[in-house]
T-cell receptor, first 112, second 113 residues
Framework: EAGVTQSPTHLIKTRGQQATLRCSPISGHTSVYWYQQALGLGLQFLLWYDEGEERNRGNFPPRFSGRQFPNYSSELNVNALELEDSALYLC???????????FGSGTRLTVV | QKEVEQNSGPLSVPEGAIASLNCTYSDQGSQSFFWYRQYSGKSPELIMFIYSNGDKEDGRFTAQLNKASQYVSLLIRDSQPSDSATYLCAVQNPPGGSYIPTFGRGTSLIVHP
């Protein structure tokens, strides 16, 4: 069974540009979660999608947005990139009563 | 503001020793508790979860939960160099709450031969 897959693995963008990160959950998982892990900081919750709807949002500005597609894959968009957006972006999926998350390998975003 | 606190470490233990990792949380309504292991440059991996007060054992790992004192701990017996990683504690409210776990910043564990 394939795990949570994320693409691209690495992404380098210039300040002010837009970044698009993609995530495919484990087959059968309907919930997708996005987290930001900046150097020296913990996992910061960004967004939760379930059944195509945004269910919850963390304390991030509106330039962080996303969506979930009918096949449950998800996209995270970051507009007007700032240097401090440089971080590892992790996607996770879960299903029903399963405990915890399964994380993807992440996208390392570098803003220069 | 829900908080999950962990000592950042590093915690250094010799091979074969018991490593004890601790986590405290602020939200008394928390009901689900998780430990994730994150190797350097990798993504977190769920290794233990616990819902009830007391101990839960899985191989060399034991999770301990004390809701009255609002702490959860992870014991690693017979520590191996391959256990060297950052261990993240996560605490979650029941469904109906935010349902989004809050993560601590993690404790770095170094197991030296």
């Amino acid at each position: 069974e394939a795990g949570v897959t994320q693409s691209p693995t690495h992404l380098i963008k210039t300040r002010g540009q837009q970044a698009t990160l993609r995530c495919s959950p484990i087959s059968g998982h309907t919930s997708v979660y996005w987290y930001q892990q900046a150097l020296g900081l913990g996992l910061q919750f960004l967004l939760w999608y379930d059944e195509g709807e945004e269910r919850n949002r963390g304390n991030f500005p509106p330039r962080f947005s996303g969506r979930q597609f009918p096949n449950y894959s998800s996209e995270l968009n970051v507009n007007a990139l700032e240097l401090e957006d440089s971080a590892l972006y992790l996607c996770a999926s879960s299903f029903g009563g399963d405990p915890g998350y399964t994380f993807g390998s992440g996208t390392r975003l570098t803003v220069v | 503001q829900k908080e999950v606190e962990q000592n950042s470490g590093p915690l250094s233990v010799p091979e074969g020793a018991i490593a004890s990792l601790n986590c405290t949380y602020s939200d008394q309504g928390s009901q689900s508790f998780f430990w994730y292991r994150q190797y350097s440059g990798k993504s977190p991996e769920l290794i233990m979860f616990i819902y009830s007060n007391g101990d839960k054992e899985d191989g060399r790992f034991t999770a301990q939960l004390n809701k009255a004192s609002q702490y959860v701990s992870l014991l690693i017996r017979d520590s191996q160099p391959s256990d060297s990683a950052t261990y993240l504690c996560a605490v979650q409210n029941p469904p109906g709450g935010s349902y989004i776990p809050t993560f601590g910043r993690g404790t770095s564990l170094i197991v030296h031969p």
